[in-house]
């Protein structure tokens, strides 16, 4: 029987049998949701500036390094994908382990305190307009203290933003067009892609599959996912994220005290994104700053989105330690301070309450409870591949599963589980070169969704 035709009939009965006997339920979590049955409408974004046909042009010409960006950015182009597929087939049952976007409720004890503070926005005793751009004090001093206790990161030190991505970006138009700059390979997009539109690249050379002047600090199998620092050549930025997306790998402490001293040596910054810090089960450390030197060569970005289900909330922040200065002996933090102020107005006031929530004493917890269960589908996803003979990278300290096809491209694999499985999944080399013959597997989403997956990802590749 081929898969469609064993897919066709099944898809949306229940899937938990083939893993019966692990641990793992679907009613794990209350909220479970079934797999929507037909419900997939094409949406157009209403965003999405209208394809017309038209003779008149400005006089305006275009952003030359906005023109050097490759296709669309890799999450939209899957979403694209996907939606052609269900436009190929419009009653499939597609299941999206794709873009790495939450899927669980908010625990209550985090949107009670949104809703409060959004019904106080309707008093006079409770309205507020405009915040501080760095965010709400009690906020700053609740990060600092449970995230950098004992690190000598203080409450001024952090900013609170609408969320790291935001703030990458905020980051780049403090070190301008003329820094260079290095990354993992594989990488989150938006390092090299912000990288790209501030003018600090060359082209895309289409045969390396990399941009020029870009550092690509290769993380394979063979050298545990950390680059081999005596080959990387010295740049003033070094973009490093970990536990990483997408292969899931955590640094260890060794590992992080030579990037800092590589940084050292060489009078560099690292922009140390640590968004998934919450998902190590490793004792490996979860802030860079967990690493002697760091504050005098290292900036932090963080968020709630994967820890709170924030994504559409939208909160996260980033440390600039006053001890980190520019060559010229300016803090860092004064012109971040400045490019904030001017290019944001501040996190969402209920938002903010909502961070603040999560950081109680029962929001932390109840935060944790939803990071384990999509940990517990992790280990689903990554039982799965291995029983299937796949090499499998990644799952332990961050919710990504990184398995490996050796020999194959990327997009081939996700095009082949797309088209026979009805599965989103991301192709490796949309995180950069180094990503070519993997896919990245998230593990967010309902119970029923995870198992299913796995059922048709054994029904392909048994
Ligand atoms: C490594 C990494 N950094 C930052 C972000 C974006 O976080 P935010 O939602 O706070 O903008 C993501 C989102 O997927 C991520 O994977």
Not at 189 to 215: C, H, L, N, R
Not at 355 to 360: N, R
Not at 395 to 413: D, I, L, Q
């Given at each position: 029987m081929?898969v469609m035709q064993s897919l066709s009939g099944s898809i949306s009965s229940s899937s938990s049998a083939f893993l019966a006997p692990t641990n793992f339920t679907s009613s794990s979590r209350a909220q479970n949701v079934p797999l929507p049955a037909k419900s997939f409408r094409i949406c ?31 999450f939209?182009?899957i979403a694209?994908r996907r939606t052609a597929h269900l436009q190929k087939y419009p009653d499939a049952k597609v299941i999206s382990l794709g873009i790495g976007d939450t899927t669980e409720p908010i625990p209550e004890?985090i949107t ?193 989105s994967k820890?709170a289900g924030f994504t559409g909330v ?52 109840a935060m944790?409870e939803v990071i384990g269960f999509y940990k517990e589908n992790t280990d689903i996803i990554v039982e799965t591949f291995?029983s ?11 919710p990504y599963v ?15 589980i797309l088209e026979k499985t009805h599965v989103v999944t991301t ?14 597997v998230s593990a967010f989403g309902h119970r029923e969704n995870i198992l299913e997956a796995c059922r048709r990802f054994k029904e392909l590749y048994?």
């Amino acid at each position: 029987m081929s898969v469609m035709q064993s897919l066709s009939g099944s898809i949306s009965s229940s899937s938990s049998a083939f893993l019966a006997p692990t641990n793992f339920t679907s009613s794990s979590r209350a909220q479970n949701v079934p797999l929507p049955a037909k419900s997939f409408r094409i949406c157009k974004c209403v965003a999405a500036p209208q394809e017309q046909i038209t003779a008149y042009k400005t006089k305006v010409s275009r952003n030359a390094n906005v023109a050097k960006l490759q296709a669309g950015y890799l999450f939209p182009e899957i979403a694209r994908r996907r939606t052609a597929h269900l436009q190929k087939y419009p009653d499939a049952k597609v299941i999206s382990l794709g873009i790495g976007d939450t899927t669980e409720p908010i625990p209550e004890v985090i949107t009670s305190a949104m809703a409060k503070r959004s019904y106080a926005l309707s008093t006079l005793e409770g309205y507020s307009g405009y915040g501080a751009e760095q965010g709400e004090k009690a906020l700053r001093a609740a990060i600092a203290s449970r995230f950098y206790k004992n690190f000598g990161i203080e409450e001024d030190d952090i900013f609170v933003s609408d969320g790291a991505k935001c703030d990458i970006s905020r980051l780049q138009v403090v070190f301008g067009s003329n820094v260079t700059m290095a990354v993992q390979d594989p990488s989150y997009p938006a390092y090299v892609d912000s990288s790209v539109i501030m003018g600090q690249t060359g082209q895309f050379q289409k045969d390396v599959e990399k941009y020029g002047k870009i550092e690509y600090m290769r993380c394979t199998p063979e050298n545990g996912f950390f680059p081999d620092l005596s080959t990387v050549s010295r740049t003033d930025i070094i973009f490093f994220c970990s536990p990483n997306n997408p292969t899931g790998s955590a640094a260890t402490r060794e590992q992080l005290t030579q990037l800092v001293q590589f940084a050292k040596d060489n009078g560099t910054i690292i922009v140390y994104d640590s968004a998934y810090a919450l998902y190590m089960s490793d004792d490996n450390p979860r802030s860079i700053f967990e690493i002697p030197g760091a504050k005098e060569v290292a900036i932090e970005t963080s968020s709630f989105s994967k820890y709170a289900g924030f994504t559409g909330v939208r909160l996260g922040w980033t440390v600039v330690p006053k001890q980190l200065l520019f060559s010229d002996g300016f803090p860092v933090a004064k012109d971040f301070n400045r490019i904030v102020c001017t290019c944001f107005n501040g996190a969402s006031n209920i938002a903010q309450a909502g961070a603040l929530a999560c950081l109680s004493p029962e929001g932390f917890e109840a935060m944790h409870e939803v990071i384990g269960f999509y940990k517990e589908n992790t280990d689903i996803i990554v039982e799965t591949f291995n029983s299937l003979g796949f090499k499998v990278y990644g799952g332990k300290n961050a919710p990504y599963v990184w398995v490996c096809f050796p020999g194959r491209s990327s997009w081939e694999v996700f095009s082949e589980i797309l088209e026979k499985t009805h599965v989103v999944t991301t192709p490796g080399s949309g995180f950069g070169p180094g990503g070519e013959g993997f896919i990245r597997v998230s593990a967010f989403g309902h119970r029923e969704n995870i198992l299913e997956a796995c059922r048709r990802f054994k029904e392909l590749y048994k």
